[in-house]
């Protein structure tokens, strides 16, 4: 499959493209600027996401879009709502125009990040964003699934975890994603025969896991990788220092910009009357 990689120049871009290309996809890439490490006979159409017209005409004559450009962390709500809303507004829509067969759009957990640890999450789950940033991923999610309701554009929204070589955080041990894993994930949603407007949990076969995720493996997905295996290793941060982070999903992500004086809303919803009175 010929696919439109977006975000071309990133971290999880650079190590997916030896591996998507020796599962014999071939890479139009693209990003703001052309990536210094990308050979000279590689196809590269440059397109900011928040120009319109370039990022249509990036998508035409391919196959599919691979859409992994965005502002990876939490931002300001206008620059989160140029690049990452109205950018991936501009994607599935150049996507539709182009008659592309579909997109496989990186999410994001921190989407769901304001869940507790304790709860154990499926793609069924209610959105819980913990930044800017998660809503974004949400926004996507939606805009995914209205694109095949009204459009009949398929997508797979792969909601992904800590996409890193190898987990360098406790919390990873549970969110980690490698890279040979996501490379699988992604082949997958491409090759699927029928996707509709799938979600799923891109993450590796980790004992400590906070998401069962039923619906990747009705594509074949099968991590191979555990971040188990890198458990007690030297340079692990562990406990991370603000207790939220270390309760919710999101990680620092929960805690950014938090202005709740009210017990986090899990507490919340389990007080009684009486004790919400009394912590008012
Ligand atoms: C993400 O979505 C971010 O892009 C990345 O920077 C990490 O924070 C990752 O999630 C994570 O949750 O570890």
Redesign the pocket.
Known sequence: MHILMTGAGGAVATALTPRLTALGHSLRFSDRVRPAALPADAEFVPADLTDRDAVHAACDGVDAVLHLG?I??EDAFDAILDVNIRGTQHVFEGARRAGNRRVVFAS???AV?MHPRSALLDETSPYRPDSF?GLS?AYGELLARFYWDKHGLESASLR????EAAPSQK??LS?WLSHDDLAQLVDRSLRAERLGAAIFYGVSANDRRWWRDRSAETIGYRPKDNAEAHAGKPGMLDPMPNPLDETHQ????VSANYTRTLPPSDLWEAMGAEQKQGSL
Do not use: D, L, P
């Open positions: 965005a990876s962390v994001s957990n921190h990040g940033y991923k992904i975890g800590s996409c919390r990873h969110t999101g990680g620092t992500f």
